[in-house]
């Protein structure tokens, strides 16, 4: 019996028997509420790309399920609009002339192949298009006969310059015809499988595995990569390519060849002006990890081919200049530098610091030789010894076994005498040198896990931290058994800074005298995040890097900037004058050139290889109101006392802007739970924004909601935040049903744009386009007290909306995933509040999880209790009580709500013995519970399928307790272990108003 199909169909019963609402307040004319079925309606826009001259842009929206649309949009002026078909990845040229773009295959055709469970080689594939946006709308109207390229593999374009493009070609098409005469036929054209690829662009193919002669090794073998002059349209082919880079100026264009006889095996460097190939270093073997260096002149790369004949051929770095010279083969097994008995690993991925003097590496012990005498299996002993000296448990060693075999350590050769320096050693494995590659010295740390790893299951991580001379790497510790980040240089390499957590300031040590000065003790306000509640050291609010020549150190209070002066000197300078504070807005500092709508800006928390901030230069700082939620743009200049010019507020939630490299156009997005964050452009002073995208239209179709921020004090007189979303339509004379959901503070999302979609938790948006007010209060802790804590914050929040006078209070349902089903576990002991409750993967008795395992990362569950989010803030001997007083498992008779949990039998996060530990205790009181466990699913719901199943079960409960609708059979009558894979047991019965079998309305 096909249980795939059987699943389909019960689920889309499922939906439908839930398909309306019973109740939707004020009835909104002419508009549906959500079911299950439209969540593959919302689109999200998935990629985008500007053109440097501001004149273009390329975006991609893509629905749940189905073929992408990218459109192609000119900007200024009257908008030119056309749209792709299942067009992904676009990239517009440095020269802002050529769009490239992926064309995939038709989402039902791979759906219905997937289904048949097809081979990979009988898959469709990419294809490639460009359009010249030079004349892509000539004569008015769009020019639709653009390049194409099939069947690809995939594509890549030079990062800053140039006008090229390279593309891989998947093989050829084996000819059935052929392959049927026989053994003369598969020696001309061998099955050759494609290894998974690394994503486009990606890896090429390796030989489909045939047994060769006895001692013959399976090996990469390459297919046609195609380089294509972009303006001339001219393209030069290339045989046996298995990858391919182009320096970011576009001058060169490097691959690595391979097939089986070896004849092609090598390293080849195109020049692009002339699309002439010549060899860089050939011979049988493979040659992987490529490297080019910023400036474009040199390139680096690992072989095997030098020792090709051994049964484990050790790898060589080689150096080559491009365009000229012999390579040179920098370090291998036996190269005076590297330890003895060390040699250079297949995965030493070098790479060359910032100015190319240096060409950095990874060596490691040369693993013992493996014994291949096998033990029989009646004789073979296998276990666990966990020993209480080990510095990792046993659980984190397994985990992180694979890391460990893998793990390699730094070296480097000057790019000058190629001597090796190795720098990295198994008692200081971690090492970065400063200055991007460039510096004198290093800053370098021990292996917290080996040295100090008994620590990290209950305690934290601890570290030793050495500065080390990069030129003979000698180290010398100046900070030991710390729990600090390690920190960063400066710009000129002159000062490192660090976060003192245990100080809660920020300390700067002048290298030189290794004088270190706390540098935010001056300021009057705390540097420190002073609403954490965890039982730790605060986090700070972070820096902005520096000011070149590191003249000031650039950190951050709740509010403002300010500048401190690292040799102690001047006193510290509120950059942004005391604006942030004034207005409760935080500013921080933003670099709209950084591309990608991330921020940031040069030398944020890095090596301190930028040059770092010129204060007479303007600079934008992003703005948030702290307890409005408002965001917007102010600009700046830090020579001065001038203060803040704000350019835009607004009650939306916008992204970080991108700036155009060549323009003045800026684009972004803004949203509100209302609008989803189209793409909107701009000028530098935030006037005239457009609004050039429109992702999602069908929403004008569907009851929605309006939300609103709302504020409370708690039962400890602490003032609280959250957001109160009503249906549209909403009619304050009607009685709603209610649903809560929290999980620590959540208010600063006022305005997100939470499009409707299946998932783990409740969708607020479905719930309220169904006729339920939604409400998800912030929660502030009490260490040692986080139970009461939840209540002592949402109980007064829920109770001042009741008050109001539109909710029904005894339909007010709550749900939590994790560490918000646990504090709903908690709450419905001491609460009658709630009239059914969805507490999803909890924590049901702390005394017992106190020692469990995360199986994820192997580490044990103390840590959490003791310092982190449970904030019990001891251990189980110290704080008994507190464990015990915050474990719901103690006052489950206390429970009198209906109770759904899900927890998986994977959880790698939570125990799942922690929902059976609830379940069986109110199973046993005959309370109301029911446990879902998804079988190999781990903390959350992954599975499409499941998620799906899970979203309708959630509705069906809720629905029942909240809007007396039909209970399922699950719920009512569950699902014997004898039926499982036959139903699902999603039909309704009973009658709760409504006919049996009948959905709501329906």
């Not at 081979?119 to 194409?148: C, Q, T, V």
């Not at 300010?562 to 921080?588: H, K, M, Q, S, Y």
């Not at 959490?864 to 449970?870: C, D, G, I, R």
């Not at 599975?943 to 909240?962: A, C, G, I, P, S």
Request: charged share 25%.
């Amino acid at each position: 019996m096909d249980f795939k199909k059987i699943s389909r169909r019960l689920l889309t019963l499922g939906v439908l028997l839930c398909a309306a609402p019973s109740f939707l307040g004020a009835q909104v004319t002419g508009k549906k509420a959500l079911t299950h079925d439209d969540y593959d309606l919302w689109k999200r826009i998935s990629a985008r790309a500007l053109a440097n001259n501001g004149e273009y842009i390329a975006y991609v929206t893509s629905p749940g399920k189905g073929d992408g649309i990218m459109t192609l949009r000119s900007l200024g002026g009257s908008a030119r609009v056309v749209e792709v078909d299942r067009a992904s990845g676009p990239r517009i040229t440095p020269d802002s002339r050529f769009l490239i773009f992926t064309i995939d295959p038709m989402y039902a055709v791979v759906d219905s192949l997937e289904d048949a469970d097809a081979d990979r080689d009988e898959m469709p594939k990419d294809s490639l298009g460009i359009i010249d946006l030079s004349s892509a709308f000539s004569g008015g109207s769009f020019n639709a006969d653009f390049f194409r390229a099939e069947r690809i593999q995939n594509w890549k374009t030079p990062a800053d310059e140039g006008s090229y493009l390279a593309y891989l070609l998947e093989p050829e098409e084996e000819d059935p015809d052929s392959a049927a005469e026989g053994e003369e036929a598969e020696e001309e054209a061998p099955a050759r499988a494609r290894r998974p690829g690394e994503g486009r662009p990606g890896a090429a193919r390796r030989s489909g595995g045939q047994e060769g002669e006895e001692g013959e090794r399976d090996k990469a073998e390459g297919d046609v990569l195609v380089f294509r002059d972009l303006r001339s349209g001219e393209e030069t082919r290339f045989e046996d390519v298995t990858n391919y880079y182009f320096t970011d100026d576009g001058a060169w264009l490097v691959y690595t060849a391979s097939n089986e006889d070896g004849a092609a095996d090598g390293v080849y460097a195109v020049r692009t002006s002339s699309g002439e190939a010549s060899p860089v270093l050939t011979g049988e073997g493979e040659y992987s990890s490529v490297a080019l260096a910023d400036n474009g002149d040199q390139v680096a790369f690992l072989t095997n081919r030098d020792d090709w004949e051994a049964d484990e051929p050790a790898q060589t770095l080689y150096h080559a200049l491009l365009g000229g010279g012999e390579p040179t083969a920098v370090a291998t097994e036996g190269t005076a530098g590297i330890p003895e008995g060390w040699w250079v690993p297949d995965n030493a991925s070098p790479s060359f610091s910032d100015e190319g003097s240096r060409l950095l590496f990874r060596t490691a012990p040369k693993p013992p030789e493996e014994d291949d005498e096998e033990i029989p299996e009646d004789e073979e002993v296998v276990l666990d010894i966990w020993n209480w000296k080990d510095p990792l448990i046993q659980p984190m060693q397994k985990v992180q076994a694979n890391r460990e075999r893998e793990r390699n350590y730094l070296a480097y050769a000057s790019t000058q005498d190629f001597n090796v320096v190795q720098l990295a050693t198994l008692e200081i494995p971690e090492v970065t040198i400063g200055l991007g590659g460039e510096g004198d010295l290093a800053i370098a740390t021990t292996n917290t896990m080996v040295k100090y790893g008994w620590h990290v299951s209950h305690d934290g991580t601890y570290r030793d931290i050495y500065l080390m001379n990069v030129t003979t790497g000698e180290a010398e510790m100046i900070r030991e058994f710390d729990p600090n980040s390690p920190g960063s240089f400066s710009t000129t390499g002159r000062y490192l800074s660090w976060w003192d957590g245990v100080a809660k300031h920020w300390m700067v040590m002048d290298i030189q005298s290794r004088t270190v000065r706390n540098v935010s003790e001056d300021l009057p306000y705390p540097v420190y995040r002073e609403w954490d509640d965890h039982p730790d050291e605060p986090p700070s609010y972070g820096n902005e890097g520096w000011f070149e020549n590191d003249v000031a150190f650039v950190i951050k209070d709740a509010y403002d900037l300010w500048a401190v002066d690292p040799a102690g000197v001047a006193e510290p300078r509120n950059l942004t004058e005391g604006v942030g504070r004034a207005n409760d807005i935080r500013f921080d500092l933003i670099d709209p050139t950084a591309g990608g709508g991330g921020g940031g800006f040069r030398g944020f928390g890095g090596s301190g290889a930028e040059e770092g901030l010129d204060p007479t230069e303007d600079v934008l700082l992003s703005a948030f109101g702290v307890y409005t939620k408002q965001s917007g743009f102010y600009r700046d200049r830090f020579d001065g006392d001038r203060e803040p010019r704000q350019l835009i507020m607004d009650d939306v939630r916008f992204s970080n802007p991108t700036k155009a490299e060549d323009s003045d156009l800026y684009l972004l997005t803004r949203s509100t739970f209302q609008e989803y964050p189209e793409l909107w452009t701009t000028n530098r002073n935030f006037e005239d924004m457009e609004r050039i995208s429109s992702t999602n239209p069908q929403q004008d179709d569907y009851v929605w909601g309006e939300a609103e921020l709302m504020n409370w004090v708690s039962n400890d007189g602490i003032p609280i935040q959250g957001i109160l979303i009503k249906p549209e339509g909403f009619d304050p004379r009607q009685k709603y049903p209610m649903m809560v959901y929290f999980y620590e503070r959540s208010s600063d999302g006022l305005h997100s744009y939470r499009a409707p979609n299946h998932g783990g938790s409740v969708n607020a948006t479905f719930y309220v386009s169904r006729g339920y007010v939604f409400f998800i209060p912030d929660i502030p802790y009490e260490i040692g007290h986080p139970g009461e804590s939840a209540i002592d914050a949402v109980v007064p929040g829920v109770l001042k909306i009741v008050d109001q006078g539109y909710i029904d209070k005894d339909r007010i349902g709550a749900q939590g995933h994790s560490w918000g089903g646990y504090q709903l576990a908690y709450m419905v002991t001491r609460s009658n509040l709630f009239a059914a409750v969805e507490a999803g993967a909890p924590v049901s008795n702390m005394t017992s999880a106190y020692g469990g395992i995360r199986w994820q990362s192997g580490m044990n569950r103390q840590f959490q209790y003791e310092h982190t989010q449970s904030r019990i803030g001891g251990t189980l001997w110290e704080e008994t009580l507190r464990y015990i007083n915050n474990s719901p498992i103690f006052e489950a008779d206390k429970v009198q709500t209906p109770v759904l949990m899900i927890h998986n039998d994977q959880d790698g996060a939570v125990p799942w013995y922690q929902g059976i530990e609830y379940f069986m205790a109110l199973r046993r009181l005959q309370k109301p519970v029911w446990m879902l466990n998804y079988n190999g699913e781990p903390h959350g719901v992954r599975k499409e399928q499941n998620r799906r199943d899970w979203t309708v079960r959630m509705q069906q409960f809720f629905d029942h307790y909240l809007k007396g609708a039909p209970a399922p059979v699950w719920m009512v009558e569950g699902v014997p272990a004898v039926m499982k894979g036959k139903t699902l047991g999603l039909e309704l019965v009973g009658d709760s108003g409504t006919d049996k079998g009948k959905g709501d309305g329906l």
